[in-house]
């Protein structure tokens, strides 16, 4: 099953990220989009490329997990960018890519997306997708990355599937958020256009152009939260972000520590009030 069409996802493009791309690839069956672009050549500094699928085979998560994709249950897209100089704090790029995900499906209706810190796509508490960026620096001082996006579109039957391995939270698709069936190159074409200008906001402006509305989408706040992080386990209540992309968790011996690197262990009901 292929349910992209490049032609059409080009004709779906804004002007701006029309201009910016380079190569726009599909592909019925790829191991992992991030993997196929972090082989490729570069593109040049300020275009894109996108490697795009319905059927990833061996698609990863953070920390060496392997993201689930079943085919045709979802879309695999890839971005890679070249910034000619490497941006400050390029950890939080992802955040703020987030940001722009939950903004585009906003745009498409999907109302009710959080993020969970610091790659996480849920709705009703149950993962909808998520987002993994990589990098490499070039020889003359550049640096590339390569931001995947993984989202479930439609799970039909396998709506109880594990997206990540290693992670017990339940799978939920775009599809139930939606009151209508969602038109898969319409919203690949909407991805590409928020991405896009996410990642040239990030660029121009940092994390900055972006932490004022992680509050608005933090799904943490306020739980009860484990961070597994550096050899040691951070338990507290989620307390929002610092201005360069940190998680911020209160706790009860030690303050408000900053974790800047790390994976949610587990994550609570949210305090009342």
């Not at 993997?35 to 490697?51: D, W």
């Not at 319905?54 to 990863?60: F, W």
């Not at 706790?251 to 900053?258: E, N």
Request: with cysteine; glycine share 12%.
């Amino acid at each position: 099953m292929n349910n992209f069409d490049s032609d059409v996802i080009r004709r779906n493009l804004g002007a701006a990220a029309a201009a910016r791309l380079g190569r726009l690839e599909i592909f019925a069956e790829i191991d992992s989009t991030n993997s196929y672009l972090m082989q490729q050549p570069a593109p040049a500094p300020g275009k894109i490329n996108i490697a795009l699928t319905d059927n990833q085979t061996a698609g990863r998560g953070r920390h060496g997990r392997t993201w689930q994709s079943p085919p045709g249950s979802g879309l695999c897209l890839s971005l890679a960018y070249t910034f000619a100089l490497p941006p400050p704090n390029l950890p939080a790029l992802t955040l703020a890519l987030g940001l722009g995900v939950i903004r585009t499906l906003g745009k498409l209706n999907a109302m009710a997306v959080q993020l969970k810190w610091p790659n996480d796509l849920i709705a009703l508490g149950c993962k909808l997708g998520g987002i993994l960026t990589e990098s490499r620096a070039q020889p003359d001082g550049a640096m590339t990355v390569v931001t995947g996006i993984g989202l479930n579109i439609d799970l039909g039957e396998r709506a109880d599937a594990v997206l990540e391995l290693d992670d017990a939270r339940r799978a939920i698709d775009l599809k139930s958020q939606l009151a209508e069936p969602p038109d898969w190159n319409r919203i690949a074409a909407a991805l590409v256009n928020g991405l896009s200008t996410a990642i040239v906001d990030f660029e121009a402006r940092g994390f900055a152009a972006f932490s004022s509305q992680w509050a608005e989408h933090d799904w943490l706040f306020g739980r009860e939260v484990t961070i597994s992080t550096s050899g040691r386990r951070i338990t507290g209540r989620g307390a929002g972000i610092g201005d360069d992309g940190a998680l911020l968790v209160d706790t009860v011996s030690d303050g408000t520590q900053r974790v800047t690197s790390g994976s949610v262990v587990t994550a609570g009901a949210r305090e009342a009030g």
